[in-house]
């Protein structure tokens, strides 16, 4: 069973950071993509960001461009999503999501494989 683990949630003040990591259980070879998405209280999951395994292709959902970064070490098995520059819409579960086959999809329903979620509370 495929299994994905996210760290590195917390409490933050506006404009400061965060590292999140998701731990995956993909070889270097894996046709596997990932992505991150968000629930705020009250709202729909959304896409964050997400990187194809092999190849490193990577997508922002416009809210958070250049201020997010998704990246993949493939040695540890494990993607990264830094965020900068935090506001307090950015307070949310944050997930991390995985699927073979078909590279970064945008909506949760492409996606087999979840985490358990991480919170991330961002304070004004």
């Known amino acids: 069973q495929v299994k994905l683990v996210e760290s590195g949630g917390g409490l933050v003040q506006a404009g400061g950071s965060l590292r999140l990591s998701c731990a995956t259980p993909?070889?270097?070879?894996?046709?596997?993509?990932v992505g991150w998405f968000r629930q705020p209280p009250g709202k729909e999951r959304e896409f964050v960001a997400g990187?194809?395994?092999?190849?490193?292709?990577?997508y922002y959902a416009d809210s958070v461009k250049g201020r997010f970064s998704i990246s993949r070490d493939l040695v540890q098995k494990t993607v990264y999503l830094e965020m900068n520059s935090l506001k307090s819409e950015d307070t949310a579960v944050y997930y991390c999501?995985?699927?073979?086959?078909?590279?970064?999809?945008?909506?949760?329903?492409?996606?087999?494989?979840w985490g358990q979620g991480t919170q991330v509370t961002v304070s004004s």
């Open positions: 999501a995985g699927r073979l086959y078909g590279g970064v999809g945008f909506t949760a329903d492409e996606y087999a494989y």
């Open positions: 993909w070889r270097a070879f894996d046709s596997a993509a």
């Open positions: 990187i194809t395994w092999t190849g490193g292709s990577i």
